[in-house]
């Protein structure tokens, strides 16, 4: 099996892995309606997911290093088919949680372990770094896209079947794509020295390119779940350098929150579109993949895995206490409150993080 076909059944891999944190969205208001839960009780099971991931980095992100590539993408793809059949078999709040973890599992198994074999699987230097975070970076705004609207055709030909075909599909995919990893050969050579629990990994010159995802991801989260849920209550690139990406999103981050933010508040289905839309190119066409090939392109060798790992750690801290703290803002204060105070914040972080990531060292 030649390196080109290793690096993109690797980013399936991660498809998979990813695919398995959206395909519920469109069904979490009906989760919710079914047990009574407001804003803050669904953004508190939407933040499980991060919170594991945040929770177990120390000893997630240095696994890859200790066990090899292969054996943390493999587990990461059976929790990932855990977490689709959890609710498939018990669609709702408590369940959502409890799938939301072991999603956490299962990106924290294969975010740092899929961007270095990939790497290594194209020849370990510069060239393949940045292949592999391209291929990773796609796999995962893919299956970001791809999970939410496939459930959301399922939900318009059968609004009240919670348990979509989609789901089913998924498992097979993970089914399919097991055995064809397995084949791919280890590039782990020697496992690392050190203890089994290590702190995530953060280049020279990469912080502010790294934290840029933290409001990101943020908002993105936000928009899914306390902008989402307003809605429904009210309504019963890729040739850019890696720093000028991630400000490049930082600047229709800002606008684009806004847009969906006063969608939500005024019950605006196509502004709220517009703005979700906006954020969604803002963050994973130009923060996320510019912030990812920074570390990538940072970072070599043993550091690679633990350098993505600490990048993840920090867009997931943006992606549960963000979506969590304003959704009971929401509850507490009231959408119009809640949303402008987030949007407020955002401008303020996104001009301090310009400023930061122009001044910042070179890239070595």
């Not at 945040?54 to 200790?66: C, Q, Y």
């Not at 054996?71 to 709040?93: E, H, K, M, Q, R």
């Not at 496939?150 to 498992?171: K, N």
Request: with cysteine; charged share 10%.
């Amino acid at each position: 099996m030649n390196a080109t076909t290793g690096v993109r059944l690797v980013g399936a891999g991660v498809f998979a892995v990813g695919i398995a944190t959206t395909l519920p969205l469109p069904l979490y208001g009906a989760y919710a309606a079914r047990g009574g839960h407001g804003a803050g009780g669904l953004s508190i099971a939407f933040a499980c997911y991060a919170l594991t991931l945040i929770v177990t980095a120390p000893l997630l992100g240095p696994l890859p290093d200790k066990i090899g590539r292969k054996p943390c993408v493999l587990a990461g793809l059976l929790l990932a088919g855990v977490s689709t059949l959890v609710l498939y078999l018990v669609p709702d709040i408590p369940a959502l949680a409890a799938a939301r973890v072991a999603q956490g599992l299962a990106m924290g198994c294969v975010t740092g372990a899929g961007v270095a074999w990939a790497a290594e699987l194209a020849g370990g230097d510069a060239a393949g770094a940045r292949r592999a975070a391209s291929v990773v970076a796609a796999a995962t705004i893919g299956s970001f896209a791809l999970g939410a609207i496939g459930t959301l055709l399922c939900v318009w030909i059968a609004p009240a079947d919670l348990r979509p075909p989609t789901f089913p599909a998924h498992l097979l995919f993970i089914l399919a794509l097991l055995p064809l990893l397995a084949r791919l050969r280890e590039t782990l050579g020697v496992p690392a020295a050190g203890g089994w629990l290590r702190r995530p990994a953060f280049p020279r010159g990469t912080l502010a390119t790294t934290c840029a995802i933290l409001p990101g991801w943020g908002t993105t989260a936000t928009v899914l779940t306390s902008g989402q849920a307003l809605v429904a209550a009210q309504q019963a690139l890729g040739g850019v350098a890696p720093r000028p990406s991630v400000r490049i999103g930082l600047a229709l981050l800002v606008v684009a929150a806004g847009l969906a933010f006063l969608g939500a508040i005024l019950a605006s289905l196509p502004l709220f579109v517009a703005g979700a839309s906006g954020v969604g190119i803002g963050v994973y066409a130009f923060i996320y993949r510019g912030g990812l090939g920074a570390v990538s392109e940072a970072a070599t060798g043993e550091e690679r895995a633990r350098a993505v790992a600490g990048y993840f750690l920090v867009a997931h801290v943006g992606f549960s206490i963000v979506p969590m703290l304003a959704g009971l803002a929401v509850d507490a204060f009231g959408g119009a409150a809640a949303l402008g105070g987030l949007w407020a914040l955002i401008l303020v972080t996104a001009i301090v993080l310009g400023v930061a990531i122009r001044r910042a060292p070179l890239i070595r």
